[in-house]
């Protein structure tokens, strides 16, 4: 049944797709209403797929952009939440995840070349001392890093998906370090972070406090928080994510001299604890990517997002930016 509804799906992307260049589904496009928040990560020069499927070049999202503003209305995270929406068209919100300084190099020329708005999540890591986020270490690590190691006393090795998987559990070493505090995500970099950082900067490098504090400055920006060390929230005892944020808050604050309102949860991961927390802590807006419990919908201070796909074409990515999945 899987090979049958993805043999299904990719039917009705090649039809959209052919349908796009007759000029049929233009209509389509035109005559939704609604609206969408959606998310993106990095944005490199080549090769997105490098790493990981977080990624779009950035000719891509130049032409993604160029479509947004044929046909859609795009508004700030603000204007989403104040539901200020276009009647005539439909309505997107652009947002991007993790900090990347790859977010500073290629998407901001982007948007104000455009005059588009975008709401960027970054961590605290740089006032913790990293320029790298564990998860994108790990990920690296995948293609240059050993085929086997010992981490904490037990054997890794590295499986066909470039994974590190438990050579006695089976379990992949991701997985478990995002139930970990940040201290054994730190002796995992130590252990496997040695690749050639200069040649794939564009993949991981995180921004510098003087670039977040730049892009701040742009009045195409908002500036919101992804958590102090992109650790999982959702599997944090609550006594200590309140600090985390807060810290993370108050960084973020400190560097852009602006109120940060916002908290994206990362790996759309949360508990109803945690997000109490959030509020306490001064955050009005919530954004997940998913609601994971059945109250969300009516919390006024939630939304979810729809992650950019990056191996559809542009003009299913507008089907799905109106529809909310990628059937």
Not at 108 to 119: F, G, I, K, R, T
Not at 315 to 324: K, P, V
Request: charge should be positive.
């Amino acid at each position: 049944m899987p090979a049958l509804i993805t043999i299904i799906n990719k039917f009705s992307r090649t039809r959209r797709d052919i349908g796009w260049k007759l000029g049929l589904n233009q209509s389509y496009v035109k005559q939704a209403r609604g609206a969408r928040i959606l998310i993106y990560h990095g944005v490199c020069v080549d090769d997105p797929f490098r790493f990981n499927s977080l990624f779009v070049n950035r000719r891509a999202f130049e032409d993604q952009l160029k479509l947004y503003k044929q046909y859609f209305n795009i508004v700030s995270l603000d204007d989403f939440y104040h539901q200020r929406f276009s009647k005539d068209r439909y309505n997107i919100c652009l947002t991007f995840d993790d900090g990347f300084a790859n977010n500073y190099r290629h998407v901001l020329p982007l948007l104000e070349l455009y005059q588009v708005h975008a709401s960027f999540f970054i961590t605290a890591i740089r006032d913790a001392g990293f320029d790298i986020l564990w998860n994108d270490c790990l990920s690296i690590a995948g293609k240059y890093g050993p085929r086997k190691f010992i981490f904490k006393g037990e054997e890794f090795k590295k499986n066909r998906y470039r994974k590190y998987v438990s050579a006695s559990s089976g379990r992949q070493l991701g997985n478990i370090l995002l139930s970990t505090g940040f201290e054994d995500k730190v002796e995992m970099m130590d252990l496997l972070g040695s690749f050639n950082k200069n040649a794939d900067a564009d993949y991981w490098l995180q921004m510098t406090v003087e670039q977040v504090k730049a892009l701040s400055a742009s009045k195409w920006v908002t500036i919101g928080n992804h958590s102090y060390y992109h650790n999982d929230l959702g599997k944090m005892p609550v006594s200590l994510v309140g600090e985390d944020i807060s810290r993370s808050k108050q960084f973020l604050e400190n560097v852009t001299g602006k109120e940060v309102k916002a908290l994206a949860f990362p790996y759309g991961s949360y508990t109803r604890e945690a997000a109490e927390e959030a509020k306490k802590a001064g955050f009005t807006q919530l954004l997940a990517t998913e609601f994971l419990f059945p109250e969300d919908t009516n919390d006024a201070t939630f939304r979810e997002r729809l992650t950019i796909n990056p191996f559809i074409s542009n003009t299913n990515q507008l089907h799905a930016n109106i529809t909310g999945h990628y059937k």
